[in-house]
DNA sequence: TCCATAGGTCTATTTAATAGACCTGATATG
DNA sequence: CATATCAGGTCTATTAAATAGACCTATGGA
């Protein structure tokens, strides 16, 4: 253990991957599909709790904070009782919707792949 | 707390969605990364760690594991003493870069619209 | 009077990730 | 001969994150 003047991860934290700072963002559980869900139309908070189903309000709050933060989505509050609060892309988050369907047409296409490719795997772990 | 006959997310969980299904398992921490890291060529283990450098064996392990699973990655091991184990993408996972590589690209491209959002979210959030 | 509403936040519990000790057994070193 | 080293992991203990669900707000309606 001994002392050093700097830090190397420091130095690694200070300047991230810029690729890996965007992917890790959006390559979390909930962000992609939050922002599929908002491709079609704005939506309230609500009604994305309920077209996803079976997230968390805390995780579906933290998820629309991050990507407003980082400018994927623009929030409007209406000062309304009981509020409403719209969810919409920005010309940023509408941009990423390209690479996205790039990715789910691959996910649609090669998905019966991946599930063939999990049952061979545990059949062949008969080996243990 | 009535009771009922049929619990309404076991049938989510007996048919999810196949997008979300893939996105789920690609669209972790470490797994896009690990397959950006294995284009090049065949790595081992601890090279992969190495060159990433920020995770854990463990996490490397099950990453690695899974993406297994999936069919993504091949996994050669030579019985040598210390042992050698090779991790190749296979077609499947060669496939997957295709959709990947336009996500790197829109990262690389936005990074930096991303970084301006963050600021100016901050500044704004100075009405506190 | 008191309940319902939308959009959250706060707290307690459960789950996942990290750090790091430990294991293997053939070869190299002292 | 005893010991240290190598790669590729697994196991355990600690720390961080996600979930579930109570709670809050202020107004309009029963």
Redesign the interface.
């Known amino acids: 253990m001994t002392e050093r003047l700097i830090d190397p991860?420091s130095l690694?934290l200070a300047q991230p991957c810029?690729?890996?700072?965007?992917?890790?963002?959006?390559?979390?559980?909930w962000s992609?599909?939050v922002l599929g869900m908002l491709e079609p139309r704005t939506k309230r908070f609500n009604e994305l709790m309920r077209e996803i189903?079976?997230i968390s309000k805390q995780m579906l709050s933290r998820t629309l904070k991050r990507l407003?933060?980082?400018?994927f989505v623009a929030r409007t509050v209406y000062p309304e009782v009981p509020p409403r609060v719209e969810y919409t892309l920005t010309d940023?988050g509408r941009?990423?919707l390209?690479?996205?369907k790039?990715?789910?047409?691959?996910?649609?296409v090669?998905?019966r792949?991946?599930v063939?490719?999990?049952r061979?795997?545990e059949t062949s772990a008969e080996r243990a």
């Open positions: 991860d690694k810029p690729i890996r700072d965007v992917l890790d963002r959006v390559g979390d559980q992609l599909l189903g079976d407003e933060q980082d400018g940023l941009s990423f390209d690479p996205l790039q990715l789910v047409g691959w996910a649609d090669n998905h792949a991946i063939a490719a999990r061979s795997y």
